[in-house]
């Protein structure tokens, strides 16, 4: 019984661990190109096929051109790309990770995002996206 009870606890930190390293790589990875951008990042990982990021790819293109100069949004098809998907240790898609102007992971959610909680989280986050002006139809 104490062998199977080993057992398990092994396993688990064996899982924590994996599930640890792949979130530091995601980190660690992250920087290169999103940090010389000097923009906030906001990475959508999920797929073409999948619901949920269906409905999220009408709000990050309303959020890249609404905040163009502001915000950079990069969607990342998992299913398509594998490896990118590992790379960012993502679990369930969709995923998004918002990083700051350095490359740095700030706040990862995983579900569909409304437009207005992404907006306030980056809000929570210190960062200030100014409003795009609203058209006047006179």
Request: charged share 25%; aromatic share 6%.
């Amino acid at each position: 019984m104490k062998s199977v009870t080993r057992l398990r606890s092994l396993l688990l930190v064996a899982v924590c661990l994996s599930m640890s390293m792949a979130n530091l790589r995601a980190v660690e990875a992250a920087p290169g190109a999103e940090a010389q951008a000097a923009l906030p990042l906001l990475v959508d990982l999920g797929a073409g096929r999948c619901i949920p990021c269906k409905l999220m790819a009408p709000i990050l293109a309303e959020l890249e051109k609404e905040y163009a100069g502001q915000l950079k949004v990069v969607f990342i098809d998992v299913w398509k790309n594998r490896a990118e998907g590992e790379r960012y240790g993502v679990l369930i898609i969709p995923t998004q990770i918002f990083f700051d102007t350095t490359g740095k992971e700030r706040f990862r959610h995983e579900g569909f995002m409304a437009k207005k909680d992404i907006l306030a989280k980056w809000e929570e986050l210190g960062v200030e996206l100014k409003a795009p002006p609203t058209e006047n139809k006179g």
